[in-house]
């Protein structure tokens, strides 16, 4: 069983967050909860300088021209589940993919997709993240994979989980903190709910972690995968880490939103992801 039965929406897998918490470091000094020491990874060294902001802003102005301000369905989920399904399962893969599972997630669960607007569904009217672990129980991990998802990719290629056990590993931490819907992600609990999730193998990045704020509501937050550090390198001619670029997108979306109701971080994130997804070349 994938038991999630240690109490109400426990289960086995916290036990191995339990271990990790009890050692007191830092998350990124701890032994992982799943096993071995955890390595210290050396940073690349990348100019702090942002005097270059204005050549970033010039693209990224030359890019909105007749662009619609609009984000992508993904952005109006119905229920919480569906932004850490998606945020799990969208991480170095063709996102064509991602929309099929949540499709099967959708049908197999019986619920709806999309909120037909910007607001929230009140709490009563959307699945909760305990409710979705306690469709899980019967399952294992590889059961998940096959019968729900219909996928088995794994968070990592080197001591990777499935797909399907990181999704339930990321439901417990937000159970656990008591996040349950889409009106439940914002304040000072979300610090302790990060370093949970950063603690899944494959997730220690935190890609997947800003994604699941944006999809959740987070207009300020930039999700910096490598479609968002391919569009800033190139737009600067250097080299930018996930930091930098999270600094650098929120520093041009503020400039750019002057005359610009609506744009924010969140939404100029989405219209260069789809130029890079679609495009070879910055925007003339």
């Known amino acids: 069983m994938l038991c ?24 990124s000094t701890q032994r992982r909860a799943y096993g071995g020491p955890a390595k210290v990874r050396r940073r690349a060294r990348y100019p702090r300088t942002v005097d270059d902001l204005p050549n970033l802003i010039e693209t990224c102005r030359r890019l909105l021209v007749g662009q619609k301000l609009a984000l992508d369905d993904e952005y109006h989920y119905a229920h919480l589940p569906l932004c850490v399904i998606d945020s799990v399962f969208s991480i170095g893969v063709r996102y064509g993919g991602v929309k099929n599972v949540i499709h099967r997630y959708c049908s197999w669960a019986g619920i709806e997709k999309l909120r037909p607007s910007d607001v929230f569904p009140p709490r009563h009217q959307q699945q909760s993240v305990r409710r979705m672990l306690e469709l899980y129980r019967p399952y294992k991990a590889e059961e998940l994979a096959q019968k729900v998802f219909e996928n088995r990719q794994r968070t990592s290629t080197r001591n990777g989980i499935l797909k399907a056990e990181a999704v339930v590993l990321f439901g417990q931490a937000l159970d656990r903190h008591g996040i349950q819907a889409l009106q439940d992600v914002q304040g000072s609990t979300l610090r302790a709910v990060e370093q949970d999730v950063r603690r899944i193998p494959g997730q220690s990045s935190g890609t997947s972690w800003r994604y699941f704020l944006m999809l959740s509501g987070d207009e300020t937050m930039v999700k910096p995968d490598r479609m968002i550090l391919r569009f800033i390198s190139r737009s600067l001619g250097r080299q930018v880490n996930e930091s930098q670029a999270v600094e650098l997108l929120r520093a041009a979306a503020a400039a750019l939103a002057v005359g610009r109701p609506g744009l924010n971080a969140r939404l100029l994130d989405n219209i260069i992801w789809k130029h890079e997804r679609t495009h070879g070349d910055l925007p003339t």
Not at 5 to 26: I, M, Q, S, T, V
């Open 4 to 27: 999630i039965g240690r109490g109400e929406a426990g289960g086995l897998f916290d036990a191995r967050l339990d271990k990790a918490n009890a050692a007191g470091a830092p998350w």
